[in-house]
């Protein structure tokens, strides 16, 4: 039985991660599913934007399942983080059509890794946000450590993790680690908003404008360099050829995505 309900509106892809009376925990076969579908969504010429959320009003995701890695030896620990990484959460942050998190309830440790992976954030205002891993004796695997404090800064970064503490959404925006509060009921229709917003541009761009941002966190990637090539790429799609006439034209764009 799959760990994950698939829905489209028009062209926006819906992942909504539903196992509820677990409060949504990452357990493998989900982390393996989701992978699937954000990869499988990101090659569908239909699909734009990409909205992931968690089933029930209660969470998100409230963490990596903790059930399966509590017998773990360092060596099988070191291999869960790593596949974490490959398999999901660099996956999804590197993906060319952007992620929106619909952070609908408690975001827990892998819950709040895989909202910080997605592009952009939204929460509904009973959210409740952390990397609690330091109470079960680890540290966050799934790039919680790196992702938190590029999106709230070194400080609060280490604050969070260190107390293990869980912050309300309203904190979680006023640091920058969430785009928008809004009520529950709002939720799924301000994640819309954006994802249709975002459909109108040129998918050519939005996937090089995401490579380009992505670059700036990559320490081995010069973001300046990488955003002049980039730059300069764009001139010879159709996309811009129809962007530039269209405006022109004073008309709107109808960008064949290539
Ligand atoms: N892994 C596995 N199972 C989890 C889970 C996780 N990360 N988080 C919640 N669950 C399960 C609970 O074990 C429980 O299952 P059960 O009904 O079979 O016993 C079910 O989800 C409901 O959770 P419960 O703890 O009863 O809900 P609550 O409202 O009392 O508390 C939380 C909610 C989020 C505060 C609490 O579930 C929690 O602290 N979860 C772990 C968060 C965490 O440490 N995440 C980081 C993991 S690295």
């Known amino acids: 039985m799959s760990n994950l309900k698939i829905e489209k509106n028009g062209s926006v892809e819906i992942i909504t ?23 499988a969504a990101a090659a569908s010429k239909e699909v734009t934007a990409i909205i992931i959320t968690g089933a029930g009003e209660k969470a998100f995701v409230a963490g990596a399942d903790i059930s399966e890695f ?10 869960l983080s790593q596949s974490g990484h490959t398999n999901l959460f660099d996956l999804v942050e590197n993906t060319e059509k952007p992620v929106i998190a619909a952070v609908n309830g408690f975001a827990l440790g892998g819950g709040l890794e895989l909202a910080m992976a997605c592009h952009i954030r939204i929460a509904s205002s009973n959210a409740r ?16 450590t790196q992702r938190l404090a590029q999106l709230a800064g070194k400080g609060k970064a280490m604050e969070l993790i260190a107390t293990a503490g869980m912050i309300k959404a309203d904190e979680a925006y006023q640091f920058g680690l969430v785009n928008h509060v809004v009520e529950q009921a709002e939720l799924m229709d301000k994640a819309m908003e954006i994802a249709q917003q ?10 090089a404008a995401i490579r380009t941002v992505n670059a700036g966190f990559n320490k081995k990637v010069d973001g300046f360099q990488k955003e002049i090539e980039e ?23 109808n960008f064949p995505g290539k």
Do not use: H, W
């Open 17 to 39: 991660i539903n196992r509820p009376d677990k409060l949504n925990a990452l357990n493998k076969a989900t982390i393996k599913e989701l992978g699937d579908a954000v990869t």
């Open 70 to 79: 509590a017998n773990y030896s360092a060596e099988e620990g070191k291999a």
């Open 129 to 144: 946000m952390g990397l609690p891993e330091v109470s079960l004796g680890v540290i966050p695997g799934y790039g919680g």
């Open 198 to 207: 975002i459909s109108k541009n040129s998918s050519v761009a939005i996937a």
């Open 231 to 253: 730059f300069g790429k764009c001139f010879e799609t159709e996309d811009f050829k129809e962007g530039t006439q269209a405006f022109l034209g004073k008309r709107k764009p």
